[in-house]
C-alpha cells in the first residue's frame, strides 16, 4: 500500500512537474515548498525529464530556477472542426459536475478553453452548435451549486492524488448526529443519476 501511494506521488509530481515549467518556470525553492520534498528528490525529477525534454537551469541570485528551453514549445492536438464541435457541446454535461463553476480551481481554465474552442470554429459550425446546445440538454444536473464547496473539493483531490488518509466530519441521515471518519479516498465521481458528487 506504502508503495503504491509514493508511486501515486511521483506520477502526480512529475505531470505537475511539466505544467509548471511549461508556464514560466520555477526556482528550486519554489519546486520544494510547492512538493514539500526536499532539494535531492526535486533535482532527480528534473533529470528524469531532462532526458526526454531540454530543460534549462538558470541562476537566479542565490536560487536556480529551472525552466524549458526557449525553443521549448507546446503542440496541442489537432482537431477537427467536428470533434471541437463535439467537446462544446459536452460543456454543459462537464459545468453539471461542477468542477467548472467559479471558485473551483478549474473554472477559468475551462471559461478559456470554450472561448478558444469557440472562436475555432468557421461561423456557419458555431451558430449551429448554439441552436443545437438548446436542443439537447444534460439530464446531469447538479443537485445542488458546488461553488462554495470548491476548497473543499481541491482539497479532497490533491489528498487523493497524493495518497494522503482525510479525516472527515459528516451528518449521518440514520442518528441525525455529525459523526468523525478517516477515510482513505481513491476518487472523486460525479454520480449522474443522483446529480451529486
Do not use: W
Amino acid at each position: 500500500m506504502k508503495e503504491k501511494s509514493h508511486r501515486g506521488d511521483l506520477t502526480a509530481r512529475m505531470i505537475e512537474l511539466q505544467l509548471l515549467l511549461t508556464d514560466g518556470g520555477r526556482s528550486q525553492r519554489e519546486l520544494i515548498e510547492h512538493f514539500r520534498v526536499d532539494r535531492k528528490t526535486i533535482k532527480r525529477a528534473i533529470d528524469a525529464l531532462s532526458i526526454h525534454y531540454q530543460i534549462i537551469e538558470e541562476p537566479d541570485g542565490r536560487e536556480v530556477r529551472y525552466c524549458f528551453s526557449k525553443d521549448y514549445k507546446f503542440t496541442p492536438p489537432t482537431l477537427t472542426p467536428l470533434e471541437l464541435a463535439t467537446l462544446l457541446l459536452a460543456q454543459e454535461s462537464i459545468a453539471a459536475t461542477g468542477l467548472t463553476a467559479f471558485g473551483s480551481p478549474f473554472a477559468e481554465h475551462a471559461r478559456l478553453l470554450v472561448m478558444k474552442v469557440r472562436n475555432s470554429l468557421p461561423t456557419q459550425l458555431r451558430e449551429k452548435l448554439d441552436l443545437l446546445a438548446n436542443v439537447f440538454g444534460s439530464a446531469a444536473v447538479p443537485a445542488k451549486d458546488f461553488a462554495p464547496y470548491a476548497a473543499i473539493i481541491d482539497r479532497l483531490t490533491s489528498a487523493i492524488i497524493k495518497g494522503r488518509r482525510v479525516y472527515l466530519s459528516y451528518h449521518s441521515l440514520t442518528d441525525d448526529k455529525t459523526k468523525d471518519r478517516l477515510v482513505d479516498p481513491y476518487c472523486v465521481y460525479f454520480d449522474p443519476d443522483g446529480a451529486t458528487l
